[in-house]
């Protein structure tokens, strides 16, 4: 594991100090989920720190393209421009901080309008034309572009990053996109087929660690743990991302699948999770967006090639992913969180053993190290 945590510095809860080795250490202290001290310390050393998914180049196919987002609690927009780049600002008009856009869509000729007084912005963020400003002293429109935010772009999917100074994207996930281009061949000239939006009563993390784990995949998710082989075809983990690939027994239900056909899960720090089930040609990606300290936006965006949006195996994917996965995942992930709220508990145990199988849960202590060494960092740097 690559973190720069030092034993000393890990937090201590009721039945113990976490430790870096996942065989030894208590989990995470139930107060990491439900304090609303601690949560704003993630939003500002994590989710504004971090490389954040928000879409995909698809979303912006032409110049003045644009959609909007919230990432870190804050308001932004990626939009395309006339020389065909795609950027990403604050949404927030630099004269009095209206919001520019909504929603997503396409801009016409003049760009950017505020609608509030009607500045107006090129594309690619310089003030264009500010109303009555002829008489105001040494107003300078240089001075007043929207504020610009780092993009990297993976596989066709757009990641921000709001820390002007963080770390180049490549250095963290390095290799991850020729990993997703590996057994996704085209996977950046998908297309979105559907945006899912489900509303949880769970703490980000919650839902994330849920996803990070499969050992409760036998007992949660009876369908899927009886067509997944237990042995693990491959098992990448790199420093801000991990990569598993499985293989399928027949019976899928809903789908006609041949014994072997792959299956594929990533997961990209913090709150970036994937998966491409067999049967067609699918990349579904699911954001944990924090919404508080109790309550998680995730958003799950199934990616396919173009011309491949109504296939019936897609949608029978969709099914299956919407209807027994997801709401499997969503009750559980709701009761845990109230039960991280109870005085009747506080931390449990990371079940995992020396091979780091996949069917432990040795991802979920890489996911919380990752956590303590952000807010470690962070307190490292105020201090
Ligand atoms: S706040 Fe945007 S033009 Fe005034
Ligand atoms: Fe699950």
Same mark, same amino acid.
């Given at each position: 594991?690559?973190?720069?945590?030092?034993?000393?510095?890990?937090?201590?809860?009721?039945?113990?100090?976490?430790?870096?080795?996942?065989?030894?250490?208590?989990?995470? /202290?139930?107060?990491? &989920?439900?304090?609303?001290?601690?949560?704003?310390?993630?939003?500002?050393?994590?989710?504004?720190?971090?490389? %954040?998914?928000?879409?995909?180049?698809?979303?912006?196919?032409?110049?003045?393209?644009y959609?909007t987002?919230?990432? #870190?609690?804050q308001p932004i927009v990626?939009v395309?421009?006339?020389?065909?780049?795609?950027r990403c600002f604050y949404n927030v008009c630099s004269h009095r901080g209206h919001e520019l856009l909504?929603?997503?869509?396409?801009l016409?000729?003049k760009g950017i309008v505020c609608p509030y007084h009607a500045w107006m912005y090129h594309l690619d963020g310089r003030l264009n034309v500010a109303r009555l400003t002829?008489?105001v002293r040494n107003f300078d429109k240089s001075q007043f572009s929207l504020k610009q935010i780092?993009?990297?772009? !993976?596989?066709?999917?757009?990641?921000?990053?709001l820390?002007p100074? %963080?770390?180049?994207?490549?250095?963290?996930?390095?290799?991850?996109?020729?990993?997703?281009?590996?057994?996704?061949?085209? *996977?950046?000239?998908?297309?979105? !087929?559907?945006?899912?939006? &489900?509303?949880?009563? !769970?703490?980000?993390?919650?839902?994330?660690?849920?996803?990070?784990?499969?050992?409760?995949?036998?007992?949660?998710?009876?369908?899927?743990?009886?067509?997944?082989?237990? +042995? $693990?075809?491959?098992?990448?983990? +790199?420093?801000?991302?991990?990569?598993?690939?499985?293989?399928?027994?027949?019976?899928?239900?809903?789908? +006609?699948?041949?014994?072997?056909?792959?299956?594929?899960?990533?997961? *990209?720090?913090?709150?970036? %999770?994937?998966?491409?089930? /067999?049967?067609?040609?699918?990349?579904?990606?699911?954001?944990?967006? /924090?919404? #508080?300290?109790?309550? %998680?936006?995730?958003?799950?965006?199934?990616?396919?090639?173009? #011309?491949?949006?109504?296939?019936?195996?897609?949608? !029978?994917?969709?099914?299956?992913?919407?209807? $027994?996965?997801?709401?499997?995942?969503?009750?559980?992930?709701?009761?845990?969180?109230?039960?991280?709220?109870?005085?009747?508990?506080?931390?449990?145990?990371?079940?995992?053993?020396?091979?780091?199988?996949?069917?432990?849960? &040795?991802?979920?202590?890489?996911?919380?190290?990752?956590?303590?060494?952000?807010?470690? *960092? #962070?307190?490292?740097?105020?201090?």
């Open positions: 594991m690559n973190v720069s945590l030092k034993p000393g510095s890990l937090p201590e809860g009721e039945r113990g100090r976490v430790s870096l080795d996942p065989l030894e250490s208590p989990t995470l /202290p139930s107060r990491y &989920y439900i304090d609303e001290g601690i949560y704003r310390q993630e939003m500002e050393h994590i989710h504004r720190k971090s490389w %954040c998914y928000v879409g995909h180049i698809s979303d912006v196919p032409e110049a003045g393209s959609f987002d919230t990432v #870190g609690e990626v395309r421009g006339a020389d065909d780049v795609i909504k929603g997503a869509g396409r016409k000729a002829e008489n780092n993009i990297a772009v !993976a596989a066709g999917l757009i990641f921000l990053n820390d100074d %963080c770390m180049p994207f490549e250095e963290g996930m390095r290799g991850f996109a020729e990993n997703i281009e590996q057994f996704l061949p085209g *996977a950046k000239d998908f297309i979105v !087929a559907e945006r899912l939006h &489900y509303d949880i009563k !769970a703490n980000w993390k919650t839902v994330v660690d849920n996803f990070s784990e499969a050992y409760h995949i036998p007992i949660a998710h009876p369908q899927l743990s009886k067509v997944l082989e237990r +042995e $693990m075809e491959e098992l990448k983990a +790199e420093r801000r991302w991990t990569f598993n690939r499985f293989k399928s027994k027949e019976g899928f239900p809903g789908l +006609e699948l041949k014994r072997g056909s792959p299956y594929y899960a990533w997961q *990209a720090w913090p709150n970036f %999770c994937a998966l491409s089930l /067999p049967g067609s040609t699918n990349l579904i990606v699911l954001r944990m967006a /924090p919404d #508080g300290v109790s309550r %998680c936006a995730e958003r799950v965006d199934i990616y396919t090639p173009e #011309g491949q949006t109504d296939n019936p195996k897609l949608h !029978a994917v969709r099914d299956l992913f919407m209807h $027994m996965f997801n709401i499997e995942d969503i009750s559980i992930v709701e009761s845990v969180q109230r039960g991280l709220a109870s005085n009747g508990y506080d931390q449990g145990r990371y079940i995992c053993d020396a091979e780091d199988s996949w069917f432990t849960e &040795y991802q979920l202590h890489w996911l919380h190290m990752q956590v303590l060494e952000a807010l470690e *960092a #962070g307190a490292r740097f105020k201090a």
